[in-house]
């Protein structure tokens, strides 16, 4: 039959309309089982509530209304259901399994459960293109249907609570399109989390305004993601992809587990990057001031780039990236704390800052060809006693301390640069606490400076200066030498009838056991070069050890000190077993000294 008025029709039971119309303007409340089939006509059901049952829309026709009330039951079927512009719908704790659900420009659509009872809200489809406000107590779940919620231009998606939306337990999945001109915004305090089965396409405005944002669903961005100040955005699972987007980040844009390859534009004021798991893909370029890698990977194509004035903490994650670059003014702290192999493998690290390596294990570049770009006003820290290695799998380093750069090691105990780890010196290497260990290959036309307490062992020759053509002014300000070699401690000794207490310390020595350890070769050897210093080699209470001229010229060198060209002061002691006696070495080459050739002074023994 035929149901029309303007009053209010409840409908308990069980009731199969198959024929006839309806059509009440007024308002139906449904607590039982209501089903329109297709031969029904469906005309109005006015101001609808459900309570309990389930109302069942298959007629094949367009149902619009401007209030519905789910507060328990459920409301599904083949049909479309349409909020019309102006009306309001609060979607409690029913379930919604319709085909298609519409909320129109200038109708609110609540989702305001407040007990949890999957399956809630697993409609085929939603579109809204007015305001949805989540601000349920409890989660959505879409348990067993696949649900496409799009989120249309000029309409707003609200989080208004700290809740998350799932698809546990039965083959569930939810995509949710923010589209061009839509805005989803997260408004309330807490976490609110689209897991692991909701996929996240943000072509319009995601606002993260307060409280945190999880993303676990993975999904793909053309639009902007704006962080404010005290918020995250958390990536924390899925493979995200940030395409021709954007980031303005205030906050915490934070890496939790997520795949996220970025190939956007990234903006921050005040904000920071933290990457803990998953991996974090730098495919276009990017600039912070605040970065934190305690976990997973910092990888990419592209370069990351630490802006002057920020910090960087790369600990117990692992460096991919094609480019690091640490900007004057910036701080990067190498603390990884587990040994996390393959932990530092960039292909190009550029420091013009400041890098402390203070971690308690060693690095490592297991797999990849680092080059490790010290430049001029850079300095690096080493803070450990801990080794980098290039175990296991073909990993090798290139280290260039470059003009102008300090390598400083600063901590007891030992530090090795193991011989995979090539160092090219033409700045400073400072060794002023400890041992430093230099086991690897390279070049050097820089200074070495060794304080009172200090070890250089050169495992090989790369740390001995060796220069081929070219002008090279090397330690060139008033006081400073090529090798400036501090030691403190002394002993008493008897040589040729004289008791003399000399240096015992060995600043600079090669790798064998003391006291069968020498320096592995000459100490600055120049072929068809010009070579200007201050002083080539200082040695104060100490101990050196040659088996060969400590300067050897070549090849129409020349060599200018505008000091004593060998110092040794304060009961140093020179010895070695060198062929003929030469400590100096001139083979058609050129030597001006100014000062001594030898100053031997203060109870110093050549």
Known sequence: GDFSGSGTLILAGTHTFSS?????????????????????????????????????????????????????????????????????????????????????????????NTGFAPPFFQPATFNNSGVVNWSGTQGLRTASA????????????????????????????????????????????????LSSGVVLNNSGTVNVQAGTLRLDGGGTDTGTYAVSSGTTLQFGGGTRALNAGSISNSGTLANTGATTNFSGTYTETGGSISVSAGAF??????????????GGTLGGSNAFTLASGGTA????????????????????NLSNTGFAPPFFQPATFNNSGVVNWSGTQGLRTASAATTFNNLSGAQFNIQNAQGWDTCCSGGSVV?????????????????????????????????????????????????VTVGAGGTLVAGSTAILVNVTGGTHNIANSAGQAIYDLMGSTTASETIEGNNLTLGTDRPLRGSGVCPSCPIPAELLTASGATVNTQQAVKVDTALLEATAP?????????????????????????????????????????????????????????
Do not use: H
Request: charged residues 5%.
């Open 550 to 606: 400590l300067i050897n010229m070549i090849a129409s060198s020349t060599m200018t000190s505008n000091s004593d060209l060998i110092n040794l002061a304060n009961q140093a002691k020179l010895i070695g077993n060198v062929p003929g006696d030469a400590l100096v070495m001139l083979n058609a080459s050129t030597l001006n000294v100014t000062g001594s050739l030898f100053n031997v002074a203060g109870g110093s023994y050549l």
């Open 20 to 112: 006839g119309t309806y059509n009440v303007t007024g308002s139906t409340s449904m607590t039982g089982t209501v089903t329109f089939n297709p031969a029904a006509t469906l005309g109005n059901l006015g101001a609808l509530s459900i309570s309990a049952g389930t109302l069942t829309l298959s007629s094949g026709e367009a149902l619009t209304a401007t209030t519905l009330n789910l507060s328990g039951g459920t409301l599904g079927g083949s049909d479309a259901f349409t909020l019309a512009s102006g009306g309001t719908a609060t979607l409690g704790n029913g379930t919604l399994t319709i085909n298609t659900f519409n909320v129109s420009s200038g109708a609110t659509a609540n989702l305001s």
């Open 313 to 332: 903490t790369l600990g117990n994650g692992t460096l991919t990236i094609n480019t690091f670059n640490v900007s004057s003014g910036a701080t990067a």
């Open 146 to 193: 696949a649900t496409t919620f799009n989120n249309l231009s000029g309409a707003q998606f609200n989080i208004q609570n700290a809740q998350g939306w799932d698809t546990c337990c039965s083959g569930g999945s939810v995509v949710f399109n923010n589209q061009a001109g839509a805005t989803l915004t997260k408004s309330s305090v807490g976490t609110s989390t």
């Open 399 to 447: 280290f260039n301390n470059q003009a102008g750069a300090t390598l400083t090691k600063s901590s007891v105990g030992t530090s090795t640069l193991s011989s995979g780890v090539v160092l090219n010196n033409s700045g400073t290497v400072n060794v002023q606490a400890g041992t430093l260990r230099l086991d690897g290959g390279g070049a050097s036309s820089g200074r």
């Open 281 to 294: 893909n730098v495919n276009s370029a990017l600039s912070s001031a605040s970065l934190t890698l305690s």
